[in-house]
Nanobody, 126 residues
Framework: QVQLVESGGGLVQPGGSLRLSCAAS????????IGWFRQAPGKEREGVSCITSGDESLYYADSVKGRFTISRDNANNAMYLQMTSLKPEDTAVYYC???????????????????WGQGTQVTVSS
């Protein structure tokens, strides 16, 4: 059974850091593109970052570029999103997602992902 379990969210002050983790079970990550998405109240789900399998091409939304870092650990079936210099506008529920052999050109859209984590709340507030 495929399962993605997220952890690492919480409340942090502006300028702080958090590291989100997503553990996968039931399959190997080797051939999967990994995406991180977020959804704030009243807004659509947006692509934050993604990393493809194989050549590990990277995408970052302009709003997080230079502050967030995506990574993958295929050996341990895990993926991470390191978030630094957090801002109040980063407040949202964050989701990890997987799509098999999804090309880089499509990785920012949530419509192409097959498996999703349960979501973890990130709140940036003083």
């Amino acid at each position: 059974q495929v399962q993605l379990v997220e952890s690492g969210g919480g409340l942090v002050q502006p300028g702080g850091s958090l590291r989100l983790s997503c553990a996968a079970s039931g399959f190997s990550l080797d051939y999967y593109t990994i995406g991180w998405f977020r959804q704030a109240p009243g807004k659509e789900r947006e692509g934050v970052s993604c990393i493809t399998s194989g050549d590990e091409s990277l995408y970052y939304a302009d709003s997080v570029k230079g502050r967030f870092t995506i990574s993958r650990d295929n050996a341990n079936n895990a993926m991470y999103l390191q978030m630094t210099s957090l801002k109040p506008e980063d407040t949202a529920v964050y989701y990890c997602a997987l799509a098999k052999l999804l090309p880089f050109s499509l990785c920012v859209s949530p419509n192409h992902y097959h498996f999703w984590g349960q979501g973890t709340q990130v709140t940036v507030s003083s």
